[in-house]
């Protein structure tokens, strides 16, 4: 009778650590896009306050582009496109602290999606609640 409770006991010890693991994974991905979007928030910024102060134009975007996946690889998020997202972004939210704290829960894509398609605050707010929910 002992082996048998000390098996369930075991198989039960060894579910709490499992839970554990994944929830310490869980918050370590969100961390992670917090920190992901903040940094996107602030090349955003970088590129619009270079554009204001400079008078560079589009091409510094390209260039950038190009610089930053030649140092960090293609797949590094740096494309052209998204470095527009990210200025697009950073514009999009500059104004709004509240919304600022609330798009580091979601991912990027979802990001992207409410912000080039919301164009007021209040919906932006709705589908980014709506997305940290779901």
């Not at 998204?82 to 919304?99: A, I, P």
């Not at 912000?115 to 209040?122: I, L």
């Given at each position: 009778?002992?082996?048998?409770?000390?098996?369930?006991?075991?198989?039960?010890?060894?579910?709490?650590?499992?839970?554990?693991?994944?929830?310490?994974?869980?918050?370590?991905?969100?961390?992670a896009n917090?920190?992901?979007?903040?940094?996107?928030?602030?090349?955003?910024?970088?590129?619009?306050?270079?554009?204001?102060?400079?008078?560079?134009?589009?091409?510094?975007?390209?260039?950038?582009?190009?610089?930053?996946?030649?140092?960090?690889?293609?797949?590094?998020?740096?494309?052209?496109?998204?470095?527009?997202?990210?200025?697009?972004?950073?514009?999009?939210?500059?104004?709004?602290?509240?919304l600022q704290?609330?798009?580091?829960?979601?991912?990027?894509?979802?990001?992207?999606?409410?912000?080039?398609?919301?164009?007021?605050?209040s919906e932006?707010?709705?589908?980014?609640?709506?997305?940290?929910?779901?």
């Amino acid at each position: 009778m002992n082996k048998i409770l000390d098996t369930v006991q075991f198989k039960e010890f060894v579910q709490e650590i499992k839970q554990k693991i994944y929830s310490a994974k869980s918050k370590a991905i969100l961390s992670a896009n917090k920190l992901m979007i903040e940094l996107y928030f602030e090349i955003g910024k970088s590129i619009v306050e270079k554009q204001e102060a400079l008078g560079w134009g589009k091409s510094v975007v390209e260039q950038m582009s190009r610089d930053l996946i030649n140092e960090f690889g293609e797949k590094s998020g740096y494309s052209t496109q998204n470095l527009w997202y990210m200025r697009q972004f950073y514009l999009g939210y500059k104004d709004n602290l509240n919304l600022q704290q609330l798009v580091g829960e979601i991912p990027w894509g979802s990001n992207i999606l409410i912000f080039s398609r919301c164009k007021d605050d209040s919906e932006k707010e709705y589908y980014i609640k709506n997305t940290i929910e779901n």
